[in-house]
């Protein structure tokens, strides 16, 4: 009896084991899975805004930032989803160890109920309970015996009910292995049409790369001329963002420049701002990150590199950017060119939103989350609608990639 008790602790002791291993792998799965779901959904949101009809007879440098960025999408999809065909092998693999293993067990175990339940049926035959009772001692040695009598008979039940619960839990688990490999197949073989695309936007960029170089001192001007811009814009922000650092504490009585003196209550925001750090909403909507922050190569010139200091989202015409957080408009912005830029300051942290065609907000104005700041510029050229979005702490630029939740 003893030898079948060991087998049950480690039956149950493999089962445990077991079920912690796959409810760990099941949250790494479900993150992966999530992940890729995100993927597909910024790959589908990018063949709807960078490739739409109208972009074909657009700028073909924007043409090229657009499959560059939907390339190196695809790429990480192809990645996570190798990252979920690899680790559902593993817990197959795993499983079918465990399930091997589990068999062993229950074999054994069934061997060893099986001369528990033969030995019970030549005790029963060979000498008669009433007997066994009746040839007691005492009346409490015959009690002990009946009490011994219905122990037994409840372990033997037990033990026939424990084998066919463990029965149950194999064939469970053998039909969730079976489930697992098919999604894997299914997994690999989405990897496949994902791979195929990429071999297509890799040829088509190679076509559209040698249609530039026929006729590159065009465009050559035409990134001159946008790196001028972007410096330009640059300046003007850390221009605005210093003189509104000094007219905030020359209120106070402070000749602090390099940052904000705080009241206690813009302390208080500045925290709540700070504690919402990979949580704080999109400034649109809807939208695809089509550029991103620091410092990058040219596609075109892998010798030249740019700076962008914020992130660039295109989003639908007429889209509206909305506040990432509470806070107060501190200064609004009109480019030469006639479009428009709002800032927002949350106590030392200052959001700034770029290339609206009209704002719905005046300076000194308070602003709630989500709050609706102005519409989005769409380019009546190429039907472009681009807003360009900054993040500040004081004079020091901040990756707003860092800071909005899954951008």
Not at 20 to 25: D, G, I, P, V
Not at 60 to 79: F, G, S, T, W, Y
Not at 117 to 134: A, C, G, H, P, V
Not at 363 to 374: A, D, E, F, P, R
Request: glycine fraction near 4%.
């Amino acid at each position: 009896m003893r030898n079948i008790v060991a087998h049950i602790i480690l039956f149950v002791v493999l089962l445990v084991s077991c079920a912690t291993t796959l409810f760990a792998q099941t949250s790494e799965q479900k993150a992966l899975e999530a992940k890729r779901a995100r993927l597909q959904k910024e790959i589908k949101e990018m063949n709807r805004l960078l490739f739409k009809e109208k972009k074909q007879k657009g700028n073909v440098l924007e043409q090229m930032d657009a499959l560059d960025q939907k390339i190196n999408k695809r790429q990480e999809l192809i990645k996570v989803t190798n990252q979920q065909a690899n680790l559902l092998n593993r817990q197959i693999n795993a499983n079918v160890r465990k399930i091997s293993k589990l068999r062993e067990d229950l074999k054994q175990l069934k061997e060893e109920y099986a001369v528990l339940i033969q030995k019970s049926y030549q005790n029963k035959t060979d000498e008669n309970r009433i007997m066994f009772l009746l040839s007691s001692e005492n009346f409490f040695q015959a009690y002990k015996r009946m009490q011994y009598i219905k122990q037994y008979t409840k372990y033997r039940k037990e033990q026939g009910e424990a084998i066919v619960t463990r029965t149950n839990e194999l064939t469970t688990l053998n039909q969730d292995l079976v489930q697992q490999r098919k999604v894997k197949d299914q997994l690999i073989a989405e990897n496949k049409q994902v791979k195929d695309q990429l071999s297509k936007e890799v040829t088509s960029q190679k076509e559209l790369l040698k249609s530039i170089r026929s006729n590159e001192s065009k465009y050559a001007k035409v990134i001159e001329d946008k790196q001028r811009e972007t410096r330009r814009i640059d300046r003007e922000i850390e221009r605005l963002i210093k003189n509104a650092i000094v007219s905030s504490n020359k209120k106070k009585g402070s000749k602090n420049v390099a940052k904000f003196e705080l009241t206690p209550e813009a302390k208080l925001l500045a925290n709540n701002f700070s504690s919402n750090k990979g949580k704080l909403i999109w400034p649109v909507e809807k939208g695809v990150k089509s550029q991103g922050f620091g410092v990058y190569a040219d596609k075109l010139y892998p010798g030249i590199k740019h700076q962008n200091n914020g992130v660039t989202i295109t989003t639908d015409k007429g889209e509206k950017a909305r506040a990432i957080f509470e806070g107060e408009v501190i200064e609004i912005m009109t480019l030469r060119t006639g479009q428009k830029g709002v800032y927002i300051r949350h106590g030392d942290y200052i959001s700034m939103y770029f290339n609206l065609a009209n704002v719905y907000v005046k300076k000194g104005q308070k602003v709630t989350s989500k709050q609706t700041l102005g519409e989005v510029y769409t380019n009546a050229l190429n039907g472009d609608t681009k807003l360009k979005f900054y993040l500040y702490q004081n004079a020091t630029k901040l990756n707003p990639e860092h800071w909005i939740y899954q951008m």
